[in-house]
């Protein structure tokens, strides 16, 4: 099994930047994939970035150009840096991650206002 705790949520003007974390504990050494995902208020819940063990990362059109996702095997945490936010961000970003079983973190808030 797969613990997630995800941080570094917050509120931000448009234009800014987060550095979300997720670190993973537990059963990490068979994770074969880790993403963002994010819900926004009366949304589903939408994917937003996943990289995988050997570093291959892929990006949903909203996020492709703005966010990086990447991983830092030693702190055993996979991060996505958020630049040029826009409001329309604003959402619950949480991490998931893929092994024998799915895992999800319980979750960060991010607002985009001016």
């Known amino acids: 099994q797969v613990q997630l705790r995800e941080s570094g949520g917050g509120s931000v003007q448009p234009g800014g930047s987060l550095r979300l974390s997720c670190v993973a504990s537990?059963?990490?050494?068979?994770?074969?994939?880790v993403g963002w995902w994010r819900q926004a208020p009366g949304k589903q819940r939408e994917w937003v970035a996943q990289v995988t063990n050997m570093d291959y990362a892929t990006y949903s059109k909203s996020a492709t150009g703005r966010f990086t996702i990447f991983r830092n095997g030693a702190e055993n945490a996979v991060y996505l840096q958020m630049n040029d936010l826009k409001p329309e961000d604003t959402a619950v970003y949480y991490c998931?991650?893929?092994?024998?079983?799915?895992?999800w973190g319980q979750g960060t808030q991010v607002t985009v206002s001016s």
């Open positions: 998931k991650a893929v092994a024998a079983q799915v895992s």
């Open positions: 537990g059963s990490i050494s068979a994770i074969a994939v």
